[in-house]
Nanobody, 124 residues
Framework: QVQLRESGGGSVQAGESLRLSCTPSGRTNSNNGMAWFRQAPGKEREFVAAINWRATPTGYAESVSGRFTIERDNAKNILYLQMNNLVPEDTAVYYC?????????????????WGQGTQVTVSS
């Protein structure tokens, strides 16, 4: 089993930045893709960004492209999401996930393990 713990969420003003972290534990390895998803109240969980096992980003949601950056430090076994120029529409619970394969895509079904989430609230 793999456990994932997100951190770094909080409440900020529009235009500010946050950096989320995700730390896996348990039977972990760096051979799987990882991703960030988010879920706003009353909405479906949606894809934010993905990164492959080589730490190369493989995709971003159009709504965050150019503002968010996904990174992973395989030596430290930590996944990050740098979020700049936040807008109120970014308000959601953010989840990290581990893919079934070395490269994950934008579909939830491609991910096996999920964290409990961290709340991000952006006010105008």
């Amino acid at each position: 089993q793999v456990q994932l713990r997100e951190s770094g969420g909080g409440s900020v003003q529009a235009g500010e930045s946050l950096r989320l972290s995700c730390t896996p534990s348990g039977r972990t390895n760096s051979n799987n893709g990882m991703a960030w998803f988010r879920q706003a109240p009353g909405k479906e969980r949606e894809f934010v960004a993905a990164i492959n096992w080589r730490a190369t980003p493989t995709g971003y949601a159009e709504s965050v492209s150019g503002r968010f950056t996904i990174e992973r430090d395989n030596a430290k076994n930590i996944l990050y999401l740098q979020m700049n120029n936040l807008v109120p529409e970014d308000t959601a619970v953010y989840y990290c996930a581990v893919a079934l394969r070395p490269v994950g895509g934008s579909e939830k079904e491609q991910y096996r393990y999920w964290g409990q989430g961290t709340q991000v609230t952006v006010s105008s």
